[in-house]
């Protein structure tokens, strides 16, 4: 079992639509980066969060420290969302950083 | 403006020709550290640095060197290059890892060794 999961692992969406890209981990301290990747490349910290919820334009990302989840929702789905999500976590305070395997998201028009 | 700095964005090179790619920061940042990313595999950690002097492995060190010798710079080091070496490697920092603070990344260096 991968110590992050994220789910979907692809996912197609019409405009306007409202959108939910989870994470699961088993290892780690209490929080958690999202990062947007673009194709292109770029990589982008969206958020970082330790509790709760966390809001940035239509983007929310929340936290659930016991059940070790995250949920990060983009309100209103534009194409320029179009990019891959990636969920990380710190193994420990100083330490390494263990990456989800992304969900690719596309939306259309 | 704050940002990371990677150079070069593309580097072909052949097998067992040194090479270093260079990471630098203007944040003071204390973290720096380096991941490569491949498809089906994901971002995998290759080194971090959690301040000068104080460096360790990740995930995937193997044929990589680092060094932290200035707190902006934080070279990756292929002494001897393979093909599996061929991926898309990030540099990035943050303020300190243990304070939740976010990451920041480089363009990224698209590497192909032949």
């Known amino acids: 079992k991968n110590e992050v999961e994220q789910s979907p692992q692809n996912l197609t969406a019409q405009e306007g639509e409202f959108i939910t890209i989870n994470c699961s981990y088993s290892v780690g301290i209490s929080a958690l980066h999202w990062l947007q990747q673009h194709p292109g490349g770029g990589i982008v910290s969206l958020f970082m969060?330790?509790?709760g919820k966390k809001k940035h334009g239509r983007l929310i990302a929340t936290i659930n420290i016991q059940e070790k989840h995250s949920s990060l929702h983009i309100t209103a789905s534009h194409p320029r969302d179009s990019a891959v999500y990636i969920c990380a976590v710190p193994k420990t305070s100083y330490d390494k950083v263990i990456f989800g395997p992304g969900t690719s998201l596309s939306v259309i028009p | 403006e704050a940002q990371v700095t990677q150079n070069p964005r593309y580097l072909i090179t052949v097998t067992g020709k040194k090479l270093t790619v260079t990471c630098s920061q203007n944040?003071?940042?204390?973290?720096m550290s380096w991941y490569r990313q491949d498809p089906g595999l994901g971002l995998r950690q290759i080194y971090y640095?959690?301040?000068?002097?104080?460096?360790d492995k990740g995930d995937v060190p193997e044929g990589y060197k680092v060094s932290r010798k200035e707190k902006r710079n934080f070279p990756l080091i292929l002494e001897s290059p393979s093909p599996n070496q061929t991926s898309l490697y990030f540099c990035a920092s943050s303020i300190r890892q243990g304070t939740y603070s976010p990451l920041h990344f480089g363009n990224g260096t698209r590497l192909t060794v032949t």
């Open positions: 969060l330790s509790s």
């Open positions: 944040m003071n940042h204390e973290y």
């Open positions: 640095s959690m301040n000068v002097e104080v460096t």
